[in-house]
């Protein structure tokens, strides 16, 4: 049995404890796969094998509590941290992932929670790293947990005769968002560097005298 597979039967037969366990272990960095999971909670939704609200808070709660683990980890854990995220990822993506963390600040972490996803856990605990300030960390991690466990557990809910065609195109949809992202700072990082160009330019043309001052 896959691990989404294993997922589902422990939702099935658990229902919204399972959800807030499996979603808090995944945002701390253990990988599992949980946007299926709110997906597939929205369907049971649908069913009226779970409450809608029940399902939302535990989503969130669990998810939040998670990446305060993560962030935790990152700012306290010394050693242990290190350790744990050449566990999680390579030494050099969480060292680009620390990066990331000191230069995007909050809209770095409030994009990972809903747009790309597989930066989570990652952002967490480079945050954590780079000593972001927690209630800031906090503010951006609630508001995007918010719009990732609403936004996918409605559409579970919403397509809940097409739950398994999801699963199969969650994969694809993941990387388009990642490949959106890095277009969207190709073309931050370019305008970035052609604005200093113009405005040297702009520095290097003389000023008009002001009036009645006899021009040399």
Do not use: H
């Amino acid at each position: 049995m896959s691990p989404t597979d294993q997922v589902l039967a422990w939702l099935s037969i658990y229902g919204v404890p399972v959800l807030f366990a499996v979603i808090m272990i995944a945002s701390a960095g253990v990988p599992f796969p949980i946007t299926f999971m709110l997906i597939a909670a929205g369907s049971f939704v649908e069913l009226g094998e779970l409450s809608l609200w029940w399902v939302i808070v535990a989503g969130i709660s669990g998810a939040v509590i998670g990446d305060q683990i993560g962030y935790g980890i990152g700012r306290w854990g010394s050693g242990a941290a290190v350790r744990f995220a050449t566990w999680i990822s390579s030494e050099e993506k969480w060292r680009q992932a620390e990066a990331a963390a000191r230069k995007w600040g909050g809209p770095g972490i409030f994009f990972s929670r809903w747009l790309i996803t597989p930066l989570g856990p990652l952002i967490n605990f480079a945050s954590g790293i780079a000593e972001y300030s927690w209630p800031r960390f906090l503010l951006w991690d609630i508001a995007g947990e918010t719009i990732w466990v609403v936004l996918y557990v409605l559409l579970g809910k919403l397509f809940s005769d097409r739950v398994q065609a999801m699963k199969d195109m969650m994969g694809n949809l993941t990387w388009a968002f990642v490949a959106l992202f890095a277009c969207l700072v190709f073309g931050w990082k370019l305008i970035g560097y052609l604005r200093p160009a113009g405005s040297k330019k702009m520095a290097s043309v003389p000023a008009d005298p002001p009036r009645g001052q006899p021009q040399l």
